[in-house]
């Protein structure tokens, strides 16, 4: 097994009750319009059975009232509650009907019909019913035009700009089937940090070529933009928004890319961030920049997507606080076509971050969420981390802006705020390596991304359950050892990582462990802003007497994180600067503690390998080794990211590393060598 099937591998089915049951209604596949996407569904549905059953269903348009099928059924308005994209599947008039108000709906609906015959499931008394709690459920891909992909582990980007648009890879359609299966509907193609040539005439057409395998699945195509375009490609003095040339600009632009591409979903905007171009630059906000583009979109469906991922290099400020400072003072002066997508943390990624204060603090500007799939802070591709947990934890946390019970996932999908538009985007990890994802466990984090984007109800152990089984085998015993691999894999990494709130938002690769860093172009581009270790203690103050960032949230939150006392362990040294041998909740010294993070997170990925081992038998050869060397890696580099941040803070702390645990064999010099070498150019 190569890994590229994914979860669509439709295994052949083996309980023999089961499949007697399944070919029941094979007699036909019941497709009653030529609708594009009804034919994906069908065609899906066709292979899929092939597959489980060894039997190839005839897809016919006239079925009148056979029955012993499986049969689409497009509702009309007044019979279903469903939203749009809903779907319904249950036993009616002898055939197993799948219903929707929409194509669309139809195609999620076979595809959930698939899953439940992929995991053996009965389908006695089948009665299946399910709506995306959010309309926007979108992937971002940072993929450049050269074909690098930004922060991306498994190989070049999927999208061959070179060959388009008269060559046009079937791998687009594999692509669109695994996102589709999941409900994705969207799909951004280029990197945030963008080039202008996506706004230009060769390019459009290119993107329309892709635009068009996507419609087949439901799927909008979205491009992210370069806010200087009108200066760079269009040759205009100015890109402030105010000017009616640039906005005359955007509006002709819109409307070419609507002539190629009839159904586009939108922009994606990182402006003013990092030293991207932006509305600033010309003393006007965000709101006059997404505004503007907004305009250009009021003709067609299309949405503009403003990330709300800003902070400015200023030496005494806390970039905690930034993106709240800036966005939240603007909140109810988006246009209605805007949604601002909002980073799940208030920094970046980091393995544990409490959720952003933004989420519950704009109720007049519908706020997506941004998670990042790809594994930039969470060892690239070669650290098994299941994600799922991090995206609930950030969905589960209560902002109590309207009293307990108002999670993020509340704000996020519009139940709180009533925002109409409601968006979920998770920054993609896929490439052209033959697996898609490089770590080939890493697959089950597009797939949770997207099972959470549909519902985020759903648990972390039910999504990793369903993709064991999907993708890797549907033994009990083996597939338990993999889900518990995969539960713990993200306390794990934080433990060796960054335990207790230690976070590593620092230059270099984002791989290598260098928590001395200490010079970078601006003082939040370094290691030691963010942990600030000194003789005294370690951890960032964000309480009145520091920063005061906690006030950024609601006082029941603030309650929760303000006393070092009362403050979790895993969110510890986000908002306190905490002495080396004040004691803990566990009994142990701040500096014991750490160290029984480090030595014992290092040492749980030799009990993952073990769990990994013991599902070997019921394992495919070829994917049983490719993640048991990568756990070999990860062991390795488990072991690096202990040493160097016990031999560096023991610098600060003074003392020595608590008995039982054998003190590192190399010295920080050696440890720094090491790392240096993934710096070299
Ligand atoms: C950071 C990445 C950087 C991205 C940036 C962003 O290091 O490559 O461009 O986020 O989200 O995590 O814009």
Redesign the pocket.
């Known amino acids: 097994d190569d890994g590229y099937q994914l979860w669509l591998k439709y295994e052949a089915v083996t309980n023999p009750t089961i499949k007697a049951e399944y070919l029941k209604y094979t007699a036909f596949i019941g497709q009653p319009t030529e609708g594009k996407i009804l034919q994906s569904a069908s065609q899906e549905l066709q292979t899929g059975l092939k597959k489980l059953l060894g039997k190839t269903v005839n897809i016919t348009n006239s079925f009148g009232s056979r029955s012993g099928g499986i049969v689409f059924k497009i509702e009309t308005g007044a019979d279903s509650a469903q939203k749009p994209e809903g779907y319904q599947i249950k036993l009616s008039g002898g055939n197993i009907v799948v219903s929707s108000k929409t194509e669309q709906g139809i195609l999620y609906g076979t595809f959930a019909l698939l899953r439940h015959m992929q995991m053996q499931e009965t389908i006695k008394g089948l009665s299946i019913a399910s709506s995306p709690k959010v309309r926007y459920r979108m992937l971002n891909h ?1 993929d450049n035009p050269d074909g690098t992909i ?2 991306g582990y498994a190989g070049q980007s999927l999208w061959k700009w070179y060959e388009l648009p008269e060559r046009v890879d079937p791998r687009y359609e594999d692509y669109a089937r695994a996102n589709a299966s999941l409900g994705i509907n969207g799909t951004v193609l280029n990197n ?2 963008a080039s202008a040539r996506f706004m230009s005439q060769e390019y459009i057409v290119k993107v329309a070529a892709v635009a068009n395998v996507m419609r087949k699945y439901g799927i909008k195509t979205y491009l992210s933009v370069y806010f200087a375009a009108p200066k760079t490609l269009g040759g205009l003095p100015t890109s402030d928004p105010l000017d009616p040339q640039v906005r005359a600009w955007w509006k002709e632009k819109v409307a070419q890319i609507y002539k190629e591409i009839p159904d586009f979903g939108g922009f994606l905007v ?1 402006a003013n ?2 030293g991207e171009p932006g509305p600033q630059d010309y003393g006007r906000t965000h709101a006059d920049g997404a505004n503007m583009l907004a305009e250009a979109f009021r003709p067609y469906d299309g949405i503009v997507v403003w ?1 709300a ?1 800003v902070y400015k290099a200023d030496p005494n400020a806390d970039r905690f606080k930034a993106a709240y400072e800036e966005f939240v003072p603007l909140d109810g002066k988006f246009d209605p076509k805007v949604i601002v997508q909002v ?1 799940n943390g208030p920094i ?2 980091q393995p544990r971050e409490p959720f952003s204060p933004l989420f519950g603090n704009m109720p007049k500007t519908p706020l997506g969420v941004e998670f ?1 799939i790809t594994q ?1 802070y969470l060892g690239f591709a070669t650290h098994a981390v299941y994600e799922a947990p991090i995206f609930k934890e950030c969905l589960d946390s209560d902002t109590f802006v309207n009293g307990s019970g108002s999670t993020v996932a509340k704000v996020v999908d519009g139940s709180l705020h009533g925002y109409a538009r409601t968006l979920m985007a998770g920054v993609a990890n896929t490439g052209n390596s033959r697996n898609w994802t490089g770590h080939p466990l890493a697959q089950a984090n597009w797939y949770a991304f997207g099972r959470l984007s549909w519902d985020h109800q759903l648990s972390s152990a039910q999504i990793a359950q369903e993709w064991v089984a999907l993708t890797l085998t549907r033994n009990q015993k083996a597939g338990e050892h993999i889900t518990a691999l995969m539960l713990r894999s993200r306390e794990i990494y934080v433990d060796y990582n960054t335990p207790i709130g230690l976070s590593r938002p620092w230059m270099g690769v ?1 791989f290598a462990p260098e928590p001395w860093q200490n010079k970078g172009s601006r003082p939040d581009w370094t290691a030691v802003y963010y942990h600030r270790a000194d003789s005294i203690g370690l951890g960032f103050d964000r309480t009145a007497s520091g920063s005061n960032a906690l006030a950024q949230y609601r006082p029941e939150v603030q309650q929760q994180w303000n006393n070092p006392d009362k403050t979790p362990l895993p969110y510890l040294l986000w908002f306190h600067h905490v002495r080396w041998d004040q004691k803990l909740s566990t009994g142990r010294s701040l500096w014991e503690e750490l160290c029984t993070r480090f030595y014992t997170g290092a040492d749980s990925v030799v009990w993952m390998q073990q769990q990994w081992d013991l599902a070997k038998e019921n394992l495919d050869t070829q994917v049983y080794a490719d993640v048991a060397e990568r756990l070999k890696v990860q062991r390795r580099e488990a072991l690096w990211w202990r040493d160097a941040w016990v031999l560096y803070l023991q610098t600060f702390a003074r003392q020595p590393v608590p008995a039982g645990f054998n003190p590192p064999k190399q010295t920080l010099d050696e440890i720094k060598r090491s790392v240096n070498v993934y710096l070299m150019r």
């Open positions: 940072w930004e922060r945030v940090n990182k961030s990092e990330r991922f980073k970046d990624f990042q930039e984002h």
